[in-house]
């Protein structure tokens, strides 16, 4: 099974039609969605349209769609964040404001196979970004592989009996093959906001039947997703740091 994982969209449409043009010519069987599907960008509607028309097999909620579906306040959102989700719960539809709050809290086991989560799967907001988080989780949970999100830093932890090893995976494409008798952590990075120091759009296909990862990473047209971002009136920080992939 070859599994589509996609996370942290972010209501850039221009870098999520160019990952999807990209995978037109691969093969792939199911998509899985790890959350953040709105927020930041300039176009929440036609994500989520896009992201539905996929027929995920999974897909679960981040913070930013709490937020911006109104299920979360987003107390502990910055003022940028909060600004942007603000923006974009007056602006979706019915039918997408539905479709976001009806997402389930991760973790979610799929096909008894792997788990994923958006931040981490004790807690969906908290963030794995090194090996000290990472152990965290490996010791407090015993799912032998789960794809998480919300750092927007495509990395793989792995965690055999007598060390943690830390993947950090270079552009344009990265594979990966998960050995036997050790767990793995894999975030597949961001597509809509990437903050890796890299601006591509960044996400996963997991080949369950060879147990390799690959991370791929696509070019977009920024300039465009800068401009809607500018001319809706979103904060310039959400359109500058694009360019920069921070
Ligand atoms: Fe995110």
């Not at 390799?212 to 990473?217: A, D, L, P, Y």
Request: overall charge positive.
């Amino acid at each position: 099974m070859r599994y589509l994982i996609l996370s942290d969209i972010h209501s850039n449409r221009e870098a999520l039609v160019a990952v999807l043009n990209r995978v037109r010519r691969k093969r792939w069987d199911k998509a899985i969605i790890l959350g953040d599907v709105v927020g930041y960008g300039a176009n929440p509607n036609q994500t989520v349209e896009m992201v539905r028309a996929l027929r995920p097999h999974v897909a679960i909620r981040g913070n930013h769609d709490k937020v911006c579906s109104g299920v979360e306040d987003g107390e502990m959102f910055n003022r940028v964040a909060l600004q942007a989700a603000v923006w974009t719960r007056e602006r979706l539809t019915p039918s997408n404001l539905h479709w976001l709050r009806s997402l389930p809290e991760g973790p979610v086991v799929v096909d008894g196979a792997f788990a994923v989560a958006h931040g981490t799967p004790i807690d969906e907001d908290a963030y794995i970004f090194g090996e000290i988080e990472a152990l965290n989780v490996f010791r407090q949970t015993a799912f032998p592989l789960c794809f998480f999100g919300h750092s927007h830093f495509p990395v793989i932890f792995g965690l055999s009996p007598d060390a943690i090893q830390t993947v950090l995976t270079m552009p344009p494409s990265f594979r990966f093959r998960l050995e036997p008798g050790v767990r793995y952590l894999v975030n597949p990075g961001s597509i809509g906001q990437p903050r890796d120091g890299n601006p591509l759009a960044s996400f996963a296909i997991f080949d369950s039947d060879t147990r390799t990862v690959t991370i791929h990473r696509v070019p977009y047209r920024v300039e465009r997703t800068q401009k809607k971002i500018l001319d809706a009136g979103l904060p310039r920080p959400l359109a500058d740091r694009l360019a920069l992939g921070r």
